[in-house]
């Protein structure tokens, strides 16, 4: 079956072939198929090599010698190994749900076909991103990624802003690719290679602290940053949301933003040497999780909700790295993508229903006319509060026992950042299926279940945030932690290095009964304010004090456009207007203006400009002699 | 060498069918015979030919490699010029004589083995581009573009002989091996008026090769001059120059790399951010191309700062991906140009649309341009990079790649126009001569992109 | 690299290339006859007449065709005089290249004739 393995990504990729150029010829029904039925082939694909694999070495499939310069040799070769199998079993499996769940959101689109072009292409991206056998063809797929990532983001184009926030998200996802570009560069000058198989058992024999070896962690987690949306590069997340919602589900819950998470626990080696750059993780990823959480109290638009939380959440898994939980991190992943995409995909019901209205304000009481909706949204939620047996409970305590082991600081500002997560979750719930409905006369003749397409990917997805959690059961409730144990050869060599866990049974179940009590605290809060006072924040309240820091997302779009954006704005700005428009053209202009008038002869403006230029030669040729013979 | 011949006697050949008003014949004799000479170039690959004519010329590999994509954009560029020069004047033959001279000078540019060579090859092409650049007579902007042009390529010329005869006073010889012996063979006590020779070299080159700061006339010549010209000037003269520059630092002056890497250095880096950052604030598409073309000058520049085995490998993908895409965009702005008479960003709002082919073809230059993965660009900046890391210029990449994200803004500023922005305009009709010139490129851009193998073990 | 000193032939160049100029410019403006002008005697002389105009006028640009047809086809010629003193080592080889030579150089004059430049009107 591992035969077979090149099939995983040319599925989507034919798709994307059949969709693209037949966009305009095939009938919706068919482009839906076949879109659905790549992906559904490559989760089948995926499926029986997760039955079939057992070898404890990672597979590596090499298809063709892509790159050979010198001693150095890229082939474009894909890996799989248990860590691989899970992003693909995640991948393709919601990846599937989505498409088919797409069918049906999309149908009254006249963009279909391209938009499921589009998806496919996002798939195809994605897998290389994670069958990659080295870091090159890792970043194909990042790259790639962000550029559908782009495209889906803005594909409600004829929307100036939408079109803005898909170029804001690919310009910071390039400004974290520029660290992960300039890692992957120092990786190869270090060891002479990118592939996985030949730099890990390498790097597992330096010393930890090795300097090269934190640099080239730092640039791979600031390319992670921009990618999983960590500060200070998480602000296009919420504004991504301008794409459509499964595309959020998909891309910006499920999969992509989780690449970061992916790459550095793929890399686990390099960094369990680097204590320095695992900190900064730490501290990063807990101040992502509160800042994200804190944002998301106060938003009114159902999307914007589920997008800081996802940014929070993401944050909970680089705590979870920077502590050293690899598989904790990677097992929230999991469980995240079952829970976001759900909770994604319901928030598309309800915005369907509502005809495509966001805004919680003008929501309420709808869990009588979309049940279905409410039932698998109620589960998401839950999971995601954390609170047992759902997904959410296991893989969040397994990141905060690491914690509290780690730092007790870190993990009481952790735990307050899951109080939080309890809390804006169900006032989302709250405002939106509880209380009297508040939106027009003609939303509410409108308000329908969604279709069967739409509803089954819920189902499905709610299944599995209820059963998600109990692969990774710790072995103080009486499970044997399934995940850790296939995991493990991946990270034989970290866990040579990091210990494990070594709290005793009676301090875990302390740290689960805070964390669950809190958490049950903070709803009843959020059920008090919410429904029993039925309160709807209004426009102004949002405005005064700590809420309007909240909910003007702290500023901190502004504080970018004023730390860079301007700069660079200025600084391009003076190029144009000093160095090129006044400095040689002004000077040329101004010559041409006085002189236009009094004569024709435009052969003195000539003369002028072209004078100016040889000036600056000169200069530069001067300059040039200096520096060469008198400063060096 | 018999692609020289080739070229030259082409050239006659195409001014006289011109005189004899036989204009049907100019374009289809133009790019046969510049297959003949394409042909005649790669057999010539791995004969391992000694030089020639009194070591005037040596057509080694390096001389193949890059007469070969030298002709290959030319006959490009050929393509795109149906109907083109009938437009604009009377003198069609002349037109294509004139390009092909100054093929001719660079084939000479690259294949010289001897810095008398140099210096006639590059005026070879210089006075052809000279004319060419102003051959809309009755045009202020061709006329201005032709004399600047014309002015400082003399006063940089200038320059580059003043090099020439300095480094002849110091080493007694115009022959590059001659000069590379006289090198090494003195470790110390090099004649001072050879290193003044040497930076004075670079000033010339670096002028021809349009890298700050002597990159003044880049912006208003490539404005100025019909666009097909300025596809010819940013691509082929532009690696035509890279080559001239390469061999003459490989072959002569890399145990110097010490003195004159510093100042090459500064130059590359002022050279990326000047490009760069005035790109990005323009509102004219043919202007930004001039000045990410300066930008791309600065990449090219690192695999010679980076002197090393890697180089020519280096240069060469780099210039092969740049030349296509080059073509591409300027293929794109010439049909947009006829149809909406301007050359905006905004006069491509739409072209998704209306044109679904030319605008996929022109979002993967640009995608080629910025350094995408899976685009040739993207092969090309990686193996300059790698050529710069290789003796660890780690800085030097770091800033590179800064430059790089920069070059995204304004890039991507087209696609958005292309992609995100309506606009109610009809289809452009594309003839089929662009759409089998943007069919080959887009191929050779995906293809070098996903395949590169068949390329970077040339040397 | 070098020392300082290497450098004193570049400084002495430059020294001699201004000092040429600044002393011939000097030494003619000293030497030279003195007279004294008047406005008079500064105008064109036009057999008594009155002058109309400036004798810088501009010229019709065939005059500029034909001299730089001329300066080109004369400075081709002097190759032939080198060629012309070592004829006899060059053997047949060198005749047939100055075949060539002259050959494309009388392909450019047919040019030159069917494109009328050398017609004057």
């Not at chain 2, 069918?17 to 000479?37: C, D, H, M, N, T």
Request: glycine content about 8%; some cysteine.
């Amino acid at each position: 079956m591992i035969d077979l393995v090149w099939l995983i990504p040319l599925l989507p990729f034919i798709g994307f072939l059949i969709n693209g150029l037949g966009r305009n010829v095939l009938p919706k029904p068919l482009i839906g198929t076949i879109a659905s039925l790549a992906v559904i082939g490559s989760f089948a694909i995926s499926l029986s090599i997760f039955l079939t694999f057992d070898a404890a070495q990672p597979q590596v499939i090499h298809l063709f010698d892509w790159i050979n310069v010198g001693s150095l040799s890229i082939p474009f070769a894909f890996q799989i190994d248990q860590l691989s199998i899970m992003m693909l079993l995640i991948i393709t499996g919601i990846g599937s749900l989505i498409h088919i769940y797409s069918a049906g959101y999309m149908s009254h689109d006249t963009g279909f076909g391209k938009f499921f072009a589009y998806l496919n292409l996002f798939v195809f991206f994605m897998l290389l991103l994670v069958m990659g056998s080295n870091y090159v063809i890792m970043f194909i797929g990042w790259e790639g990624v962000g550029l559908c990532s782009y495209l889906l983001i803005g594909f409600w184009y004829s929307n100036g802003a939408y079109a803005d926030a898909a170029k804001k998200a690919f310009i910071m996802n390039r400004i974290g690719d520029l660290g992960f570009l300039l890692g992957v560069f120092l990786i190869i000058s270090t060891f002479g290679s990118v592939s996985f198989t030949e730099i890990f058992p390498k790097a597992a024999g330096m010393v930890s602290g090795d300097a090269t070896l934190i640099l080239i962690t730092i640039l791979l987690f600031i390319g992670a940053t921009g990618k999983s949306a960590q500060l200070p590069l998480f602000t296009w997340l919420p504004d991504a949301m301008a794409g459509p919602t499964p595309v959020s589900a998909l891309i910006h819950a499920a999969t992509m933003v989780t690449a970061g998470i992916y790459m550095i626990a793929r890399s686990n080696i390099l960094f369990a040497l680097s204590p320095v750059t695992l900190d900064i993780i730490a501290v990063i990823g807990l101040l992502t999780a509160v800042v994200a959480a804190f944002i998301a109290l106060t938003q009114t638009d159902i999307k914007k909700v589920l997008a800081y939380s996802t940014v929070s959440q993401l944050g909970y898994m680089f705590l979870g790295l920077g502590v050293g939980a690899f598989t904790g991190a990677f097992f929230h992943v999991l469980t995240h993508a079952f829970f976001k995409a759900l909770l994604f995909l319901g928030a598309g019901s309800v915005i369907h229903a509502m005809s495509n209205e966001q805004d919680m304000r003008n929501m309420g009481g709808l869990r009588k006319k979309l049940p279905i909706t409410f039932l698998t949204m109620l589960i998401g939620t839950i999971a995601i509060a954390g609170l047992p047996p759902f997904a959410g409970f296991f893989s969040k305590d397994e990141i905060l026992a690491h914690v509290y082991e780690h730092n007790k600081l870190l993990w009481i500002i952790g735990l307050f950042g899951a109080f939080l997560t309890a809390a804006y979750m169900f006032r989302m719930m709250f405002l939106t299926f509880w209380g009297n409905f508040r939106g027009t006369e003609d939303q509410k003749h409108h308000l329908h279940e969604s279709p069967v397409s739409m509803t089954f990917p819920l189902i499905v997805l709610a299944i599995l945030s209820i059963v998600g959690g109990f692969m990774g059961v710790p072995h103080a409730l009486g499970g044997h932690h399934w995940l850790n144990e296939y995991l493990s050869p991946v990270l034989a060599a970290t866990n040579n290095i990091l210990p494990a866990l070594s709290l005793d049974h009676a301090t875990e179940y302390m740290l689960m009964g805070i964390s669950v009590g809190g958490v049950i605290i903070s709803i009843i809060i959020a059920y008090v304010k919410y429904v029993s006072k039925g309160y709807v924040p209004k426009e102004e309240e949002l405005q005064s004090g700590i809420s309007k820091l909240s909910y003007n997302k702290l500023y901190l779009d502004e504080l970018y456009t004023a730390i860079i954006q301007k700069p660079l704005d200025a600084l391009s700005a003076f190029f144009f207007k000093v160095v090129d428009k006044s400095g040689i053209d002004g000077l040329v202009n101004g010559l041409g203006k006085v002189s236009i008038e009094a004569s024709k002869t435009l052969r003195l403006l000539q003369t002028g400009n072209v004078g100016f230029y040889i000036f600056a030669m000169v200069i530069g040729i001067v300059a040039v002699l200096v520096y060469s013979f008198i400063i060096i | 060498m018999s692609t020289l011949i080739v070229i030259s006697i082409l050239a006659i050949v195409v001014l006289y069918l011109g005189l004899f008003k036989a204009k049907q014949a100019l374009l289809p004799i133009s790019v046969l015979g510049l297959v003949a000479a394409l042909a005649l170039a790669i057999m010539e690959w791995n004969s391992n030919a000694a030089p020639i004519f009194s070591g005037m010329m040596h057509f080694d590999n390096f001389a193949v490699a890059f007469s070969s994509i030298c002709i290959i954009t030319t006959i490009l560029v050929f393509l795109l010029s149906k109907n083109y020069f009938e437009k604009i004047s009377d003198n069609v033959a002349e037109y294509y004589t004139l390009i092909l001279f100054a093929l001719s000078g660079i084939i000479v540019m690259v294949s010289y083995h001897n810095l008398s060579m140099l210096f006639v090859g590059l005026e070879i092409m210089s006075v052809s581009l000279y004319i060419l650049a102003g051959i809309k007579r009755k045009d202020f902007a061709s006329n201005e573009a032709a004399l600047k042009y014309f002015l400082m390529g003399a006063f940089s010329t200038g320059f580059l002989l003043f090099g020439i005869a300095l480094i002849y006073g110091a080493s007694k010889s115009f022959d590059l091996a001659v000069i590379a012996q006289y090198v090494i063979d003195r470790p110390t006590g090099i004649d001072p008026i050879f290193y003044v020779g040497l930076v004075l070299m670079i000033v010339g080159l670096c002028f021809k090769v349009g890298a700050a700061p002597f990159h003044f006339w880049t912006p208003d010549v490539y404005e100025g001059a019909p666009t097909l010209i300025t596809a010819f000037m940013s691509t082929v003269v532009k690696i035509a120059g890279f080559a001239a520059f390469l061999r003459l630092f490989s072959i002569c002056f890399a145990p110097l790399q010490d003195f004159w890497m510093p100042t090459l250095l500064v130059i590359t880096i002022l050279t990326l951010f000047v490009g760069n950052i005035t790109a990005l604030y323009q509102t004219n598409f043919k202007r930004m191309l001039a000045f990410s073309s300066i930008s791309h000058a600065g990449y090219m520049l690192f695999a010679i700062v980076a002197l090393g085995a890697a180089s020519t490998n280096a240069i060469f993908i780099y210039a092969a991906a740049y030349a296509v895409s080059s073509i591409t965009a300027f293929a794109v702005l010439m049909l947009v140009k006829a149809k909406t008479g301007s050359e905006n960003f905004e006069d491509f709002n739409g072209l998704a649309k209306s044109n679904p082919f030319l605008a996929f073809a022109l979002t993967v230059a640009m995608l080629s341009f910025a350094g995408i993965p899976l685009t040739a660009g993207f092969i090309g900046k990686f193996f300059v990079f790698n050529a710069a890391l290789a003796q660890y210029h780690t800085w030097l990449v770091a800033i590179a790649v800064v430059n790089a994200i920069i070059g995204v803004f304004y890039y991507f500023k087209v696609i958005v126009a292309m992609y995100f922005k309506d606009n109610q305009t009809k289809q452009i009709a594309t003839p089929a001569y662009f759409n089998f010139v943007l069919g080959v490129s887009l191929i050779i851009t995906l293809v070098l992109g996903i395949y590169p193998s068949f390329i970077t073990n040339l040397f | 690299m070098s020392a300082p000193v290497d450098y004193l032939p570049i400084i002495m160049q430059l020294l001699v290339a201004l000092g040429f100029v600044a002393l011939t410019m000097g030494i003619t403006h000293l030497i030279g006859p003195k007279r004294k002008t008047t406005d008079v005697k500064l105008t064109a002389f036009e057999s008594g007449i009155e002058v109309i105009g400036n004798a810088r006028q501009p010229f019709s640009i065939k005059y500029f065709v034909v001299a730089i047809l001329f300066v080109l086809f004369d400075v081709e010629v002097i190759f032939m005089y080198p060629w012309a003193v070592n004829f006899r080592e060059f053997g047949l080889n060198g005749l047939i290249e100055m075949f060539i030579f002259m050959g494309t150089l009388l392909l450019g004059f047919i040019y030159v004739i069917k494109k009328k430049a050398l017609e004057w009107d």
